[in-house]
């Protein structure tokens, strides 16, 4: 219900993005959820432009480019001097600290952060990041929106990787150091699993990519230290080039449609630099690391970060931590999230 304005660098990436567009109200209407008057009353609200024109009217800017906080800058610098003095700018960066895309602007009151996860028009959560210069009507805005959208809001503070994303960074970083020990990926995969999640973290690496997961993980050690830096397999996969299932390479092999045909047997070398003596072929006594400890340290390795986001109040309770990894990350429902789990 949202009349929509796409901004994107050429005319063939405008095409690209409404196509995306398209597709989202197109299932429904295969699925008879919609009828066609519908869809296209829906398809009549999204507009295209390869330059900055008709922005002079609108209430909120979503940024959503690359991970680079130049080319943040860039695009947000040339928006603030077209759009109305009240509107809101938001970013969608899952790990730059909203502070700092907001000291190359102007009216760093309007700016706020809104995290979506993908994929977006079914993932339930978004966060919205704020920091101390945040005007309270921009916080409501975007929290109107989020909402309108169908979305669980959660207002989440400044901080680097703000919640959900330095909540899988640890959980993924002592994945990549059970790899390093031994733990063979598929087994790592399903151990997790079995506890409940909908993929193992593995998948999940090659799922985000693992050149995004690379860039997420250097700005993690930025601003963490020791404590967040991955493994040294993880690091050497993500050096030798390989992006995950979107370049059908990466700890997975893929076929043409990137449906996962199971463990890449190479990725071994690459991980264990080349020692083939340290290559598992299973888990258990290759290791002797059984499913119960890597699910224990997997697990309360993103209970530690939790308690460290209360203590540093980046969340406001742990109700909300508990909702937002439940339904932006995929933890276990039934569970009861991650406190009440740790809790028990």
């Known amino acids: 219900g949202t009349m929509v304005r796409l901004k994107a660098r050429d005319a063939p990436r405008v095409g690209k993005g409404l196509a995306a567009v398209r597709d989202v109200p197109k299932e429904r209407l295969t699925r008879r959820q919609i009828t066609r008057a519908q869809f296209d009353d829906m398809m009549s609200l999204a507009g295209g432009t390869a330059e900055y024109t ?48 907001a000291s190359g602007l102007t009216r760093r009151d309007r700016l706020l952060g809104m995290h979506f996860f993908s994929p977006v028009h079914k993932m339930p959560l978004l966060e919205v990041i704020v920091t101390p210069e945040t005007a309270p009507n921009a916080t409501v805005t975007a929290v109107a929106y989020g909402r309108k959208l169908g979305k669980t809001v959660i207002v989440v503070n400044v901080g680097p990787g703000f919640y959900t994303t330095r909540i899988l960074a640890a959980y993924m970083n002592e994945a990549g150091r059970l790899l390093d ?62 992006t995950g299932r979107k370049g059908r390479s990466g700890f997975y092999r893929y076929d043409d449609d990137g449906k996962k045909q199971g463990v890449d047997p190479s990725v071994y070398q690459i991980i264990h630099d080349g020692d083939r003596r340290a290559m598992p072929q299973s888990m258990g006594p290759v290791t002797g690391i059984d499913d119960t400890e890597i699910v224990d340290r997997c697990v309360l390795s993103m209970v530690n970060e939790a308690a460290r986001c209360l203590e540093e109040g980046v969340v406001r309770t742990a109700g909300d931590l508990d909702l937002s990894l439940i339904f932006g990350t995929g933890f276990p429902p039934f569970r009861g999230g991650l406190c009440r789990w740790g809790d028990q």
């Open 181 to 242: 020990q031994g733990v063979a990926i598929d087994a790592l995969d399903r151990a997790l699993v079995r506890f409940g999640f909908p993929v193992g973290p593995i998948t999940l690496m090659d799922e985000v990519g693992l050149d995004v997961g690379g860039k997420v993980g250097q700005v993690m050690v930025d601003s963490f230290g020791a404590r967040m830096m991955p493994g040294e397999g993880v690091r050497r996969v993500v050096e030798s080039g390989r």
């Open 54 to 101: 008709g922005f002079g009217n609108v209430d909120l800017v979503i940024e959503a480019v690359f991970e680079d906080l130049a080319l943040k800058h860039s695009v947000l610098q040339v928006v603030e001097q077209l759009i109305p003095a009240d509107a809101v700018i938001a970013s969608n960066t899952s790990t730059i600290p909203i502070a700092n895309i």
